[in-house]
């Protein structure tokens, strides 16, 4: 059983989130409820809950400030926000679970399932680290949270040059470091990284395009070749669109 509390500034989303948990979430016990940063702590302190269900924007600050005031973080956190803005990319990159107002008891039963199931805080503490480092930058260029079967990976997405997909899985191509593979599939990461000026070249590729070195004209088909080496093939349909950027570069 989790023990937890839901921090929110507004009492009418206080009251419909904790029945929404307790309909949907038999293995959450709520304990508390604050509606501040600054009640928040002190009921963090006093009952030492196992989750919290946090607000992002509230009255007197953020849901980040108050983890700030409470490092280091012995709970886990799942984000409660009803803006969709660039803290929403940020939660994104650091791969830490979010849900949005008005909740969906779905995506709440599966956060809840991912809190329960992780037990290693210094795992989480990186990704808050790298969250706070990303929301102090929010129009340069992030870090990325990337996890492996046994490892957890911090990356600057500059060093990223291209992305490989088999199936449900990536690979990660670097100049000058290791490859990575993650279970997850390019889609998502396309929808994350295209605002940076990456591309997808191919159903199976996603480059950066600050990498991309020459382009090849062949019988076989077009054809990128990245700084690293890395011959990456250039779909037909995506021929047009692919010359337009070269041309901007």
């Not at 969709?84 to 039963?109: G, H, N, V």
């Amino acid at each position: 059983m989790l023990r937890a509390i839901v921090i929110d500034d507004i009492q009418e989303i206080r009251k419909a989130n904790t029945e929404i948990i307790k309909t949907h979430c038999p293995n959450v016990a709520i304990i508390g409820q604050a509606d501040s940063v600054e009640t928040g702590v002190k009921l963090i302190r006093q009952v030492s809950p196992d989750l919290v269900f946090l607000d992002v924007e509230m009255a007197d600050g953020t849901g980040f400030d108050l983890l700030q005031k409470l490092k280091p973080i012995a709970f886990k956190v799942i984000f409660v926000t009803g803006f969709e803005d660039f803290a929403i990319r940020a939660f994104r990159f650091s791969a830490i679970d979010y849900l949005l107002k008005p909740l969906d008891p779905t995506e709440l039963i599966e956060a809840v399932k991912k809190a329960e199931e992780s037990s290693n805080k210094e795992v989480f503490e990186m990704k808050l680290n790298n969250l706070f480092a990303n929301l102090e930058r929010p129009k340069g260029l992030p870090k990325m949270v990337l996890k492996t079967a046994d490892k957890i990976f911090s990356i600057n997405i500059q060093d990223i040059v291209h992305c490989e997909s088999d199936r449900n899985y990536t690979t990660f191509h670097f100049i000058s470091t290791p490859k990575i593979l993650v279970s997850t599939g390019l889609k998502e990461y396309e929808s994350i990284l295209a605002p940076f000026h990456f591309f997808r070249p191919h159903q199976s590729h996603l480059i950066n395009m600050a990498y991309f070195d020459h382009y090849i004209k062949t019988d076989g088909g077009n054809r990128i070749i990245m700084k690293n080496k890395h011959v990456i093939p250039l779909a037909v349909r995506k021929k047009e669109q692919f010359l337009q950027l070269i041309e901007k570069l």
